[in-house]
């Protein structure tokens, strides 16, 4: 709500697609109008909401300027740009100094308080101001206002509590010089944080010195879960809760926590629904009774029963004569009819949660229960130093044709039509062909009650008082999200930060990542990756390293790891790894989470640069998972996510073929290098044509549209579809075009229309087979062309400052020199390297077609490359020399005190003679000392001579399995956690004899062979010849850069 001159106002949520701008410290303030463009229908009135309250210290000085063409309220309207010393107050008494802030204005579709279909508008406000509006006339001494507002980590600015704050420290208007400046040591709100399962007895003591220990590793604490603890919600579970907060606000790290015990939320510790049976979920269920024409039926008890007429000719229905059957009696008059009878059921033991999210009144519950316990518990800390609320979503929308009261007043409220009287539409098929519109318009009503109700609304209160959400629900493919979340991209809007879960090592694979990467990138916010569940013991640093690599590609920028268990019993962890202190690479996993700091730093700022779009089809799945899918005897079978019984669903075939096409196209791109964006109807409707008549998504040229098989689409996506392509944008068709719309369903003459209009332009490709073909023509190409050594290597192409910036990564155990062409690049590049902090100019040359950069990717490297518009003259690389090998006698030794505490009767397994004298020898591994169940450290110890030190002296440990730390004469020279163990050494070193000890760690793996009687729960991974080999392998050598 917008009041003007009384200074007081509400806070509904402003637009998605609000351009957020910095807070920057510099007096005076001045109130700048952006006018957005979202649509391309006639100008409609400007929406304000409200937020931050300002006041003016002095005298304002009024100004005026001509609205842009197309925006104008009523003809030669003018704006006041207001300019003067302002105060900013928050709401709530919080206080800023004087700054710079922008206000937008954002122009809005439809009514007030009502969306068309396909608009992606779910955090609009419904306030508007009205048509005629005199802006002349509105004083300024007191105006509410949205403000999205981001602070600068380089201010040292906590952030502030704002419902418009979802991204803390994420800065998108950041110059590279600030960027720079951060880029050694970014905000904690960038590192790792843990998925911390509370599994056992609350003890104050060890929760703290969790804290402490992952702190020191640079881990935050992250997200605290009960799983197990008997005590959720008890004065014991706050109280540790508080002795949780408070060590991490002393670590300074980031802390939030889970909302429920275990998965999926809003269960409260399984107290609902029974403590309020009328959150039960439930779902409808039917009976078909076929009645002659001319006969009478009795009309069975049922919660509402539909009588729909069959078609002589086809046997079809008829959405024409579609009618409640009332009474107790039914009369076929005339013609064949089916009686659907629906009735209630719950089937809790295949579907995913026992309440129904579907109803608001879980709402009301959970703030009751939970929320409101969090807030009093918490006080300021909630959106401070508890930052965030992670929802685990691993349940559904409701099971198979889920019901609730919402849902159909929703449903009415969209279409105007009772949900009862299509209900056999979603079964069976129509001779009309409004069983695709039928589907439709149910999904999108259980996509607005689910999304845009539960979700969202849950986020609204966290948001409210300074804290975000995080989530992720489904997101492995079409089938999956259509029966469990309706709409992916919808509920991946209604949180602060969206988010997946990658099991395994999924992490590998795009497909999950880019629809969720797509929705960060268009909402400017960060983007949550649950990952490395379940992997295993064997998790090795190369699979660290891999999997960081690759969720920074698909744009992860907050890491949250599978997990950290407050279990004090090893054998009890479930579902490992477990990131703490059982693993011998602990002391050095530091590495690792410097790592993903900064360069989760750099992937959230800035904007990527895609060329390419690739449509997304759920619209055609809505259309056609129904029947068997909502039939409650043919039951999903464990995870939906697995598609089992997917061939009983008549089109079910066909989504998995829409899907793979889908899918493929992403692959595809993704293994060129072509930046790509996903976007469904919303994000369609958001493209904008330039000056230059180009269509721009996000402030990036897109020239290539993609589009999966469609069987429907709503009219506006295809309108922006055959826009686009009358504008010279190509546009590769992968398989059918659409032949209905979600206004008119499966048989819309004018989707048709647009159809053949589509197909018979020029420009627009029929490529069945794939995109390969035309990669390889040189029609889609990536802006980074590999001149000579090219590889399978990782990219993410971003704009900073107006600056270009590569992340690159080599994901192969080889060493890879290549030389690339950024194509139309002036200037010079630089390596930000991501594990030390430092960044260094490399050999470029400028040529006509861009700037061709000379580049070695070492083992599973990664970095950003960053492109500077000045050019700076680099020398080329020096090689390096080696200088010696230290390949005699070594004397290893058993530290005590660096030895894992687990389990000692079962860790130090151990020859006793190793134990009591150590071994005298050459490199090789420890199974050639018969050292085979020993997980833990091995100290290796040398003397080496050196007639000068020279300045780049290295030392390169050669194969080490897995992680090292090195000293140089009693000093710690640095820790090495994967490929390459190199580290540079000169100013450890004197001329003469130096000494050299390597602390070696293997892997947790080894010890775990003794627990094979937890199974059940106990994840080994790949128990092979390559994780279980441990130690220094060697070659040990000394370097030198020549």
């Known amino acids: ?109 439809g009514t007030p308080g009502k969306r068309s279909a396909g608009q992606c508008g779910e955090r609009n406000s419904s306030v508007f101001l009205p048509n005629n509006a005199a802006y002349g006339q509105m004083s300024p001494a007191h105006i509410i206002i949205s403000i999205p507002m981001f602070l600068s980590p380089t201010k040292g600015m906590r952030a502030m509590k704002s419902t418009e704050n979802k991204n803390w420290f994420q800065s998108p208007d950041i110059t590279l010089p600030e960027a720079e400046n951060n880029f050694h040591s970014p905000s904690k709100e960038f590192a790792p944080q843990a998925f911390w399962f509370w599994d056992t007895t609350l003890d104050r003591d060890h929760i703290v010195r969790q804290v402490n220990a992952m702190s020191a590793q640079g881990m935050s604490p992250g997200y605290l879960q009960d799983r197990g603890t008997k005590r959720y919600l008890s004065d014991e579970w706050f109280s540790t809760v508080r002795s949780a907060v408070d060590a991490a606000k002393e670590n300074d790290m980031p802390i939030g926590f889970c909302d429920e015990v275990g998965a999926p939320c809003g269960v409260v510790d399984y107290r609902l629904p029974g403590e309020r049976p009328y959150l039960t979920a439930k779902s409808l269920k039917w009976d078909k009774i076929d009645v002659p024409a001319n006969s009478i039926v009795s009309v069975p008890e049922c919660f509402f029963c539909v009588a729909a007429r069959r078609d002589a000719q086809s046997g079809l229905l008829s959405s024409d004569d579609l009618s409640l059957a009332s009474g107790t009696e039914f009369t076929a008059t005339g013609s064949d009819f089916t009686l659907y009878c629906f009735s209630f059921y719950t089937d809790h033991t295949h579907g995913g949660s026992t309440v129904n999210y579907l109803d608001h009144r879980l709402g009301d519950a959970l703030e009751e229960m939970v929320y409101e316990p969090y807030q009093k518990v918490l006080g300021d800390d909630l959106g401070e130093a508890v930052h ?167 744009g992860v920028n907050h890491f949250v790891l599978h997990g950290v268990s407050t279990q004090t019993a090893f054998e009890r962890i479930s579902f490992p790894p477990d990131f703490y202190e059982w693993n011998p690479y602990w002391p050095h996993f530091h590495r690792y989470t410097e790592f993903v700091k900064r360069a989760s730093y750099i992937s959230s700022l800035g904007k990527l640069v895609p060329s390419a779009v690739i449509v997304n089809p759920m619209d055609s799945a809505w259309a056609l998972l129904g029947d068997t899918a909502f039939d409650e005897k043919e039951p999903f079978h464990f995870y939906v996510i ?152 990782l990219q993410q192409h971003r704009k900073i400052d107006g600056q270009d910036v590569y992340w690159l990564a080599n994901n192969t155990g080889e060493i890879h020199e290549c030389t690339l062409l950024f194509k139309g690049a002036k200037g010079s590049a630089e390596i930000w390297d991501c594990e030390t902090g430092k960044i260094r100019p490399v050999y470029s040359d400028e040529t006509d077609d861009g700037l061709l950069v000379s580049l070695t990717f070492n083992q599973y490297e990664g970095f950003w490359l960053a492109l500077r518009k000045e050019r700076i003259e680099v020398s080329k690389p020096a090689s390096r020399r080696v200088l010696s090998t230290l ?156």
């Open 887 to 1042: 390949d005699g006698i070594w004397r290893m030794s058993v530290p005590m005190d660096a030895q894992l505490t687990f389990d000692p009767a079962r860790t130090l397994i151990l020859p006793q003679e190793v134990l009591d004298n150590g071994i005298t020898d050459t490199l090789k591994p420890w199974s050639k000392w018969n050292i085979t169940n020993f997980s833990g450290a091995m100290d290796y110890e040398a003397d080496f001579t050196l007639d000068t030190v020279d300045p780049g002296l290295e030392i390169d440990l050669g194969q080490v399995n897995f992680t090292a730390g090195v000293w140089i004469n009693g000093v710690h020279a640095g820790d090495c956690f994967w490929a390459p163990h190199r580290l540079s050494i000169a100013e450890f070193c004197h001329p003469g004899v130096n000494h050299i000890r390597i602390r070696v760690c293997n892997l947790i793996v080894n010890a775990t062979k003794q627990y094979s009687e937890y199974e059940h729960v106990w994840i080994f991974g790949k128990m092979t010849d390559e994780v279980l080999t441990s130690g220094l392998i060697g070659p040990v050598q000394l370097l030198s850069k020549v």
């Open 642 to 793: 697995e598609q089992h019984k997917r061939e009983l669903v008549k089109y079910g075939e066909k989504v998995a073929a829409i899907d793979a096409a889908y899918t493929a196209a992403m692959q595809t791109l993704t293994r060129a290098r072509i930046e790509y964006m996903i976007a469904d109807g919303c994000y369609m409707q958001a493209m904008q044509q330039d000056e230059n008549g180009r269509f721009t998504l996000n402030g990036s040229v897109i020239e290539t549209l993609i589009l999966p098989p469609m069987v429907l689409l709503p009219t506006q996506t295809m309108q922006a579809i055959l826009s686009f392509a009358h504008a010279g944008g190509r546009v590769y068709c992968l398989g059918e075009l659409p032949s209905g719309s979600s206004e008119k369903g499966m048989n819309d003459p004018a989707m048709q229309e647009m159809a053949r209009e589509l197909g018979s332009l020029p420009n627009v490709i029929l490529a069945e087979n794939g995109l390969d073909p035309f990669i390889a023509a040189g029609e889609i190409t990536s802006t980074a062309k590999f001149e000579n050594g090219a590889f399978e290597m």
């Open 1 to 109: 709500m917008t009041r003007i001159a009384d200074g007081r106002g509400e806070s509904p949520p402003s637009s998605s697609h609000c351009s957020a701008l910095r807070l920057n410290s510099v007096p005076p303030l001045r109130i700048a109008l952006h006018f957005v463009r979202q649509c391309s229908t006639p100008a409609e009135p400007f929406g304000l909401s409200s937020e931050f309250q300002l006041r003016f210290a002095q005298p304002p000085v009024r100004r005026t300027a001509s609205c842009p063409q197309g925006f104008s309220l009523q003809p030669r309207c003018h704006l006041p740009l207001i300019q003067g010393e302002l105060d900013v107050a928050r709401t709530d008494g919080f206080r800023r100094p004087k700054a710079e802030v922008a206000a937008t204005f954002e122009r809005r579709h």
């Open 388 to 554: 965030c609320v992670f929802l685990d979503m691993e349940g559904d929308y409701g099971y198979k044709l889920a019901w609730s009261d919402d849902l159909a007043a929703e449903y009415e409220k969209q279409t105007g039509r009772d949900i009862r009287l299509w209900m056999p539409l979603l079964i069976e098929e129509d001779v009309q062909g409004l069983w695709g519109k039928a589907r439709w318009d149910w999904y999108h009503a259980v996509s607005e009650v689910y999304c845009n109700g539960f979700i969202r609304r849950t986020t609204d209160w966290f948001e409210k008082r300074g804290a975000l959400t995080t989530c992720h629900t489904w997101e492995d493919n079409l089938y999956a999200q259509a029966l469990l979340v309706s709409d992916f991209f919808k509920s991946s809007r209604a949180v602060s930060i969206p988010g997946i879960d990658s099991l395994v090592l999924s992490t590998l694979n795009c497909r999950i990542f880019r629809e969720t990467q797509s929705v960060a990138e268009m909402e400017g916010r960060r983007f949550m990756c649950e990952m490395l569940a379940a992997v295993g013991w064997s998790i090795t640093p190369a699979i660290f390293k891999q999997t960081a690599n690759a969720a920074i590609t698909w």
